[in-house]
């Protein structure tokens, strides 16, 4: 069952599972993250990254395994640039970095082309792209992004499929501001404090997928599910879009009720 923890005393923007509803009766644009989203590719990029850096010794690879994980959802180029200077002492050139960014990627394009969809992903895409603009919003490279999608036979489900460079902020923003929608019209679902955090920043309400052997790193109030089947038991957000006043009309009537 999908979930939302009690709200923090720390600070944090929150969003309560009251609110959430009221913001996301009727999603125009779902903005997904890919990795550990709609695919179970998580452990495949873990073990890219061991295998990157195990000739550095075993508390090398821990080291940038442990800060991988803790910016997931962020280019592997930056994190590659990272963990050479921040552990190892050496500053990449560019050419050092784009064959090591290219070893990342021979290692992992080909097991997260054919690795398992999370759960209820294709079922909820199928659902839910009916009357609402579906993005893929990823730190994946967004060439090789746009290639593992179209291997999946996935594309026709997206509006556009965006990786990095770009961070996730400028990607929401620019989707935003192309089709005239509010970011309290949307929603991010996504498996990262990065995802969170490019929600926070852009005004978009948040759904969290914590698989229920992963530890949950979102702060307390975040709305979180276990797969993707569970993102259509949340209130109405399976029901046909609505024009925008219409649905804007019926969220005062439900507050002033």
């Not at 073990?47 to 821990?62: P, Q, S, T």
């Not at 290219?102 to 209820?120: D, I, T």
């Not at 309290?184 to 978009?204: C, E, H, I, K, P």
Request: charged share 25%.
């Amino acid at each position: 069952m999908a979930t939302v923890r009690q709200p923090n005393a720390g600070g944090l923007r929150v969003i309560s599972l009251r609110t959430w509803r009221s913001n996301v009766i009727f999603p125009q644009i779902i903005f997904f993250d890919f990795d550990g989203v709609l695919v179970e590719s998580v452990e495949i990029k873990n073990h890219a990254f061991r295998k990157l850096y195990a000739e550095h010794g075993e508390n090398v690879v821990e080291k940038v395994l442990a800060h991988h994980m803790e910016h997931g959802g962020i280019s592997r180029v930056v994190k590659i640039r990272h963990c050479h200077l921040a552990f190892l002492g050496i500053d990449l050139t560019d050419e050092g970095l784009s064959k090591l960014a290219a070893q990342f990627a021979e290692a992992v394009e080909e097991l997260v082309s054919a690795c398992p969809a999370v759960k209820g992903a294709i079922e909820m895409l199928t659902a839910l792209r009916a009357g609402r603009r579906l993005y893929i919003v990823s730190g994946t490279p967004e060439c090789e992004l746009k290639r593992i999608v179209a291997r999946r036979g996935m594309t026709s489900y997206f509006h556009g499929v965006f990786g990095s460079p770009r961070r996730k902020e400028e990607i929401i923003e620019a989707v935003l501001a192309r089709h005239g929608v509010a970011p309290s019209d949307t929603l991010f679902v996504g498996d990262a404090m990065t995802d969170y955090w490019a929600a926070q920043n852009s005004g978009v309400p948040f759904v969290g997928r914590v698989a229920p052997s992963w530890p949950n790193p979102f702060p307390l109030g975040t709305a979180v599910i276990a797969d993707m089947t569970e993102l259509l038991a949340f209130p109405d957000v399976e029901q046909p879009l609505r024009r925008p006043k219409e649905a804007k009309s019926e969220r005062i009537k439900a507050n002033k009720a």
